[in-house]
Structures are given as structure tokens and as C-alpha cells.
């Protein structure tokens, strides 16, 4: 009987270098997929939130603008920070009492654009109310410009404790009037940033009040 040949060789060095060389393609190829999957799902991640942040932005200003009986824009500092804020004058929306009077009294709303700091890239929005019959502020008007005058340090002794945060990854903050007729239409723009993108919001409000008789 013939015996039948055994072949005991193992894989020769070229099979071993085919097969190297097949695993090293296919593992860049999981590896490139699961690198695209990161990058794409950071992207929608980031997209979303600066969405999130400039809805939540341009709602709540949006919000106060359509009650303004007055509104302007001002510069300061605030803990340090360079500060642009959008004041905004409107009817008390929870008056004291019930006669014409109480009914007609005004609040000062602040929105307020906390610009980045050194070595900061973006800074927060925030928004305080303070009364009207705070005597630290006082409305003026001249030569048909109207404005706010505050004490020097308004923002840091008394903005510190009674101010909330609407958002933060703001960049920029600009107020113009776009209607020179009556002068109570205001255009804001907003401009996010968050891991390099960039995402801008923009609203255009006309305030429906008439300047009340205090």
C-alpha cells in the first residue's frame, strides 16, 4: 500500500506577508469608519448645541423687545470684562397695584454680552431686571437720542448677585435700528462659536407698547 504523502510545511513566508498585509487594509479600514463616525457625530453635537444656544438666545430677547416702551444700547465693564448691553425699558409685567399708575410704572431689562476674556474665545449672555424706581438709574433723552445714565459702578455693585445666564459660546453681540421712523425697531445679531464652528442668529422685533405716562 502507498502510504499518502503528509505535508507538514507551515505557511510560507510570502502567504504570512499576504495575510499581514490583508488584516493591516482591513484594520485601517474599521479604523478610518470608526474615526469618520467620531468627526461626523462631533459635528452634528456641535451644530446642534450652538442651535440650542442661538434659539435660546434670540427667543428670550425677542421676548423683551416686543413689551419695549424704549430701548438702546450702552458699554461698560463688568468683573472686569468689557460688557455691551441692550437695555431694554418696558411695562412692569408684575405690577404693585391695580390703579392706572401701578399699572403703567416701568422695569429696565439688561441683556448683557460679557465679551471674552484674555486667552477666551467666547463669552456668556446674561440678562437682570432692576425697577424703575431704582433712582440709581435715570432716563434721558437729547437731541432725540435716548439713553440710560448709570452710576460708574452700576454693573459690578450691583449686576453681581441678581444676574441669570441665557447662554454662553456667544462671540458677538450687535444692536442697530433698521426703522428710523419711530426708532422702536431693533435688529440684534448673535454670532456662536464652539469647537471652531461657528453658527449666527439674527431677529428683527418691533415693540406693539406707546410710551406710557408715569
Known amino acids: 500500500m502507498n502510504k499518502m504523502k503528509m505535508n507538514n510545511k507551515g505557511f510560507s513566508l510570502v502567504e504570512m506577508i499576504v495575510v499581514v498585509l490583508i488584516s493591516g487594509?482591513?484594520?485601517?479600514?474599521?479604523?478610518?469608519?470608526?474615526?469618520?463616525?467620531?468627526?461626523?457625530?462631533?459635528?452634528v453635537n456641535t451644530s446642534s448645541r450652538l442651535q440650542e444656544e442661538a434659539g435660546t438666545a434670540t427667543n428670550f430677547v425677542s421676548e423683551l423687545l416686543v413689551e419695549a416702551i424704549e430701548c438702546g444700547t450702552k458699554s461698560g465693564t463688568y468683573g472686569g470684562k468689557a460688557i455691551d448691553v441692550l437695555w431694554i425699558k418696558a411695562l412692569d409685567n408684575e405690577p404693585t397695584g391695580v390703579t392706572e399708575a401701578d399699572i403703567r410704572k416701568c422695569d429696565y431689562y439688561f441683556i448683557i454680552f460679557e465679551k471674552p476674556g484674555a486667552g477666551e474665545t467666547t463669552g456668556y449672555l446674561r440678562y437682570m431686571k432692576t425697577p424703575d424706581t431704582n433712582t440709581d438709574i435715570t432716563?434721558?433723552?437729547?437731541?432725540g437720542v435716548k439713553s440710560i445714565v448709570l452710576p460708574a459702578d452700576f454693573f459690578d455693585g450691583y449686576l453681581g448677585n441678581q444676574y441669570m445666564t441665557i447662554c454662553e459660546y456667544i462671540k458677538d453681540m450687535q444692536v442697530s435700528q433698521i426703522d428710523s421712523t419711530n426708532g422702536r425697531m431693533f435688529r440684534v445679531e448673535f454670532e456662536f462659536e464652539f469647537n471652531s464652528e461657528t453658527y449666527s442668529a439674527s431677529i428683527n422685533n418691533y415693540s406693539r407698547n406707546n410710551t406710557p405716562t408715569e
Do not use: C, D, H, W
Not at 479600514?29 to 474615526?35: E, Y
Not at 432716563?139 to 437731541?143: A, G, H, R, T, Y
Open 25 to 43: 487594509v482591513l484594520m485601517l479600514g474599521v479604523i478610518a469608519f470608526i474615526q469618520s463616525s467620531r468627526v461626523t457625530y462631533q459635528k
Open 139 to 143: 432716563f434721558v433723552e437729547n437731541l
